[in-house]
């Protein structure tokens, strides 16, 4: 073990030993995500391959524009990993149009705005308490501030979408751009009536995928491509890609952006529209570097390997909400279709705060999240989130699941005391060092 720690600390630390404060910093971290049980929703672990291009070469060089028409020289190396990387990810939603270039999730939901929307427009997204992000219309994020953004609630009920409510939203406030997909939603989206809804109104469609991308891309969820105007994504969660954006637009639709009299070839007005808002509208320099890495992980999620992935992701979802379920824990909505679920603290009388605070001495690393109706403030929440898509990476199936729902029942219960989280904190270390973060370097 002691030697397996040596090679992976030489291959990820080598050339930072000169620096000792940073030396120190990445050897912790490493450490860190070595030894805990990484269940925040949003998080995974990229593969070696994604690691190594993301620390290579392409980070030296400029290269504002798109391949074949940039505004540097010697750009012919960095244009071929972009074209790989935006093949790849057509390839693997079936899209028309791609761009590769966001910085983050949030700069793709940008550059989709800006580019569709004029200052004032009204914006349609579900509300940030009910599960939806910040940049689909949240008063402290420039969705907020620059349109006029309003949020369609869940069923009260049910805590799930209800295609009802929000058509009656639509036809009240008439966005210009209707908003589906969620940061903190653990559903299926029905993005068929998604369509009718912004048909009836006249309104652009646009899909966040930023969470289930790796899911649908394996087809276990619904491919939103086929229903909505434009996509956006990040390619860091359940894609277990580097952190970044994208952009796609599928090619079944008609009339892509409501533009009815488009001149030259679809590709091209799309391109137009979107490639010019993200640069030069938004962002200077693309990281060629980030790209490159893109593309090896969509090579990734096209192998085969990458569906019992997604696969797993689901079933060890499945399994833990399931188990927690058997403890006692409120699921919101009563279960999960994708990488997630939301857990409602109430009954079990702790804050997310509390909770998060608790598991994270535990080795347990979840997030605080707002459940829907929370009477808690965003600092407080009444809930968690939790996701499987980094402990499915560590190769973690249903029999760790259970393991890890009583670890999780131990901690909430004994949220207060410290040396019950310490033991619990070192049977999770125990489970991680049974899989390691990069096995392939021992
Ligand atoms: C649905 C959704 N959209 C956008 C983003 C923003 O991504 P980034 O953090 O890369 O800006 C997130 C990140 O959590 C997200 O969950």
Not at 163 to 186: F, M, Q, R
Not at 360 to 377: H, L, Q, R, Y
Request: charged share 25%; hydrophobic share 40%.
């Amino acid at each position: 073990m002691e030697n397996y720690k040596q090679i992976k600390e030489d291959f990820m630390l080598e050339f930072l030993k000169n620096d000792k404060k940073i030396y120190d910093v990445t050897k912790l971290e490493i450490g860190r995500q070595q030894d805990n049980l990484e269940l925040i929703a949003s998080e995974n672990f990229v593969s070696l391959a994604v690691l190594q291009a993301a620390g290579s070469v392409l980070t030296n060089k400029y290269a504002e524009g798109y391949p074949g028409k940039r505004y540097y020289g010697g750009c012919e190396f960095v244009d071929m990993a972009e074209e790989i990387a935006k093949d790849r990810l057509k390839q693997i939603f079936g899209a028309e149009y791609v761009n590769v270039q966001p910085h983050s999730g949030s700069q793709a939901n940008m550059g989709v705005y800006m580019a569709l929307l004029n200052p004032g427009d009204t914006i349609l997204g579900l509300s940030l308490d009910h599960g939806g992000h910040l940049t689909h219309g949240s008063p402290v994020n420039f969705s907020g501030q620059i349109y006029r953004a309003i949020g369609y609630p869940l069923n009260k009920e049910t805590k799930q979408l209800d295609y009802n409510i929000i058509e009656d939203l639509a036809v009240k406030e008439k966005p210009k751009l209707i908003v589906a997909g969620a940061t903190a939603y653990s559903r299926e989206w029905d993005y068929s009536k998604f369509r009718e809804i912004a048909d009836k109104i006249g309104a652009l469609l646009l899909c966040d995928i930023s969470h289930p991308a790796g899911l649908i891309a394996k087809g276990l969820l619904n491919n939103p491509l086929e229903h909505c105007d434009v996509v956006t994504s990040t390619t860091h969660k359940t894609l277990r890609g580097p952190r970044g954006g994208v952009i796609l637009v599928g090619k079944d639709r008609e009339n892509p952006l409501g533009i009815k009299t488009m001149k030259g070839d679809r590709l091209k007005m799309m391109s137009e529209v979107f490639d010019s808002m993200i640069m030069p509208g938004i962002q200077g320099g693309p990281l060629m570097h980030i790209i490159m890495s893109k593309a090896v992980a969509f090579g990734e999620v096209l192998q085969n390997s990458f569906k019992d992935y997604a696969l797993q992701v689901r079933a060890n979802a499945q399994k833990l909400s399931s188990e927690l379920m058997n403890k006692d824990f409120q699921i919101i909505s009563g279960g999960t279709d994708n990488h997630l679920m939301l857990v409602d603290l109430t009954n079990k009388n702790i804050s997310g705060k509390k909770a998060e605070v608790a598991l994270e001495k535990a080795g347990i690393t979840v997030n605080k999240n707002m459940i829907p109706f929370d009477t808690k403030s965003p600092f407080v929440t009444s809930g968690i989130r939790i996701g499987t898509p980094a402990v499915t990476t560590r190769k973690m199936k249903e029999s760790e699941m259970i393991v890890i729902a009583e670890f999780i029942d131990k901690a909430i219960l004994n949220y207060e005391n410290d040396s019950v989280l310490e033991s619990i904190k070192s049977d999770v270390k125990q489970l991680c060092n049974r899989f390691p973060l990069y096995p392939e370097l021992n």
